[in-house]
């Protein structure tokens, strides 16, 4: 988890409210992901960026879901509005390209855990 | 559509015998496939990966094999301690390189080692 910061770690909020999930990851990594998690559905990857650019969005369920990567240590995921049926823990995740043992693998933070009532 | 299923939910074994873990896959042709192990309240933590031309990884008391005709993966905890109870995923992935770096991920099995 020491590789990448997310916060808050816990966020309850009420149907309708606007939600901002932060990612700040180490330097040296190439590409971001956020996943989301819920039991039924598992970890779901909603987008990736790469070098900043968003590559693939295809995960993200419906216009209310935003991502930005304004800079290489910096990311969000804003949730608006938000619905019950959001509710899941939220990773982001990094990729960091070459070194050995490291390649081709990603790294997690540890999740904010998202309750919309 | 592509499919990746995980054997069971959950496998309980005794302490000191070795847990094996099963990953299938459809519609697929991955060029690697990766096992990830996650703690409660936390975030995956990456253990094995294992390309399409191999066979076999080990590492420590931990082995995988992949069989990309039979399009799965067994995944091996020798001599298992109730430390390695936790929830292992398999994630595949077509390979380096931009979008290739993207990785779809099983739901996991939940390991139990009873002592």
């Known amino acids: 988890d020491a590789g990448v910061i997310q916060s808050p770690r816990h966020e309850v909020t009420e149907m309708g409210q606007e939600v901002t999930l932060r990612c700040k990851p180490i330097?040296?990594?190439?590409?971001l992901f956020w996943y989301r998690q819920t039991m039924m559905r598992g970890l779901e990857l909603l987008i990736y960026f790469n070098n900043n650019v968003p590559i693939d969005d295809s995960g993200m369920p419906e216009d209310r879901f935003s991502a930005k990567m304004p800079n290489a240590s910096f990311s969000t995921l804003k949730i608006q509005p938000s619905e019950p049926r959001d509710s899941a823990v939220y990773f982001c995740?990094?990729?960091?390209?070459?070194?050995?043992?490291?390649?081709?693998?990603?790294?997690f933070g540890p999740g904010t855990r998202l309750t919309v009532l | 559509s592509q499919k990746i299923e995980q054997n069971s939910e959950a496998l309980n074994i005794q302490e000191g015998k070795t847990a094996t873990l099963t990953c299938n896959y459809t519609n697929y042709s991955p060029a690697y496939l990766q096992w990830y192990r996650q703690d409660p309240g936390r975030g995956p933590v990456f253990l094995l990966l294992?390309?399409?031309?191999?066979k076999e990884k080990r590492k420590e008391r931990l082995k995988v094999t992949f069989d990309t005709t039979l399009k799965q993966s067994l995944f091996h905890i020798t001599a298992s301690q109730p430390a390695d109870s936790a929830t292992y995923l398999c994630?595949?992935?077509?390979?380096?390189?931009?979008?290739?770096?993207?990785?779809?991920f099983g739901k996991g099995t939940l390991l139990t080692v009873n002592p």
């Open positions: 994630a595949l992935s077509l390979g380096s390189g931009g979008s290739n770096y993207k990785l779809t």
């Open positions: 330097s040296g990594h190439n590409s």
């Open positions: 995740a990094i990729h960091q390209a070459g070194g050995a043992g490291r390649k081709d693998t990603q790294y």
């Open positions: 294992i390309r399409e031309n191999e």
